[in-house]
């Protein structure tokens, strides 16, 4: 059971596919999932009801709220239905300070002008330190990758928080999985498809992982996966076919053409600039503590 302290939870739920043959697995067991109300655990099911919406009109950010403190009408929806755990009375303290403990919606009806301009001001700063935040925090960098440990759990940390959301929501804590990162090949330039490279794992340097790990390339551009004829968005140990080499190392060629007799190793990479991610879950000591040296993406010349 995994208890949640407040009222609104987000669930992902993540399945190791093996490969296109374990497609039909996978699709038969996602049909077996159920989400059920407590109130409503061990009873026969029943549907949704229409009035369901009606019950959280309280629940919905007012269409009237002005654009430039719009977040604070979200904050003060975000609270009444969420309330603080006891933890946060200082900083609940700070809120209501503003209003944000009353019921009036929208939020900032009746408030001095000055302090609209004020609280607007405050949104757009507050957004540009928390960039700043996750530009500049501080992690591994290994390589040319680079991670952070200091994820899933933040106490009081509100600014760390803030940071690896906009980085990414739904972060998991770092012994549930690692995501390193790397824009750069080893001349220092940024990775892109008119360059061919090779990421190369010695027999005694694959990812130190419990479970599994891969290696995925998307589009610096739109963050996304880059449509391809072989489908390889990425690979990883789980992946049918991989070639080792006969020393036992393993090297992956990410190039925008096919490498002659290496497809089963190829992934293809866009015509433009692209970025790596080696996701590495239930990762060893070694990665929790920044002494695995994660392979260089070498350049081909």
Same mark, same amino acid.
């Given at each position: ?22 497609? $039909?697995?996978?699709?038969?067991? #996602? ?10 655990? &061990? ?7 229409? +009035? ?7 629940? %919905?950010?007012?269409?009237? !709220? ?7 009408? +979200? ?5 009444? *239905? ?24 929208? /939020? ?48 009081? *940390? ?20 690692? $995501? ?8 220092? #330039? ?5 360059? @061919?490279?090779?990421?190369?794992? &010695? ?16 589009? !610096? ?13 990425? %690979? ?16 992956? /060629?990410?190039?925008? $053409? ?16 692209? $970025? ?15 002494? /695995? ?5 070498? @350049?081909?010349?």
């Amino acid at each position: 059971m995994i208890k949640s302290p407040i009222n609104t939870v987000w669930i992902l739920g993540r399945i190791l596919v093996k490969g296109e043959s374990d497609l $039909y697995n996978v699709l038969t067991l #996602q049909k077996q999932f159920t989400l059920t109300p407590l109130s409503q655990y &061990g009873k026969p099911a029943v549907s949704a009801k229409n +009035e369901t919406l009606a019950d959280f009109k309280e629940a %919905l950010v007012s269409p009237n !709220a002005q654009d430039s403190i719009r977040f604070f009408e +979200e904050l003060r929806v975000a609270l009444k *239905n969420n309330p603080a755990p006891t933890g946060e009375i200082a900083l609940m303290a700070v809120f209501y300070r503003i209003g944000l403990g009353k019921n009036e919606t929208p /939020y900032g009806t009746n408030l001095d002008p000055a302090i609209t301009d004020e609280l607007a001001r405050a949104i757009k700063d507050g957004e540009q330190i928390v960039k700043s935040t996750l530009n500049n925090s501080k992690g591994f960098y290994i390589n040319g990758w680079t991670y952070n440990t200091n994820i899933g759990t933040y106490g009081y *940390n509100y600014l760390i928080r803030a940071a690896i959301t906009e980085g990414g929501l739904g972060a998991n804590v770092p012994e549930e999985a690692i $995501y390193a990162k790397t824009k750069t090949g080893t001349d220092g #330039q940024p990775l892109n498809g008119t360059n @061919k490279y090779i990421v190369h794992f &010695g027999k005694d340097n694959m990812s130190p992982v419990d479970a599994f790990w891969s290696l995925s390339m998307y589009n !610096a551009t739109t963050f996304l996966f880059v449509p391809n004829p072989v489908n390889h968005d990425s %690979l990883g140990d789980q992946t049918t076919g991989l070639m080792y080499n006969p020393d036992g190392s393993l090297d992956i /060629y990410i190039q925008h $053409y096919e490498p002659s007799g290496k497809g089963s190793n190829w992934v293809p990479a866009s015509n433009g600039d692209f $970025y790596l991610v080696l996701r590495m879950y239930l990762p060893g000591p070694k990665v929790l503590n920044g002494t /695995y040296q994660i392979p260089k993406v070498q @350049k081909v010349v």
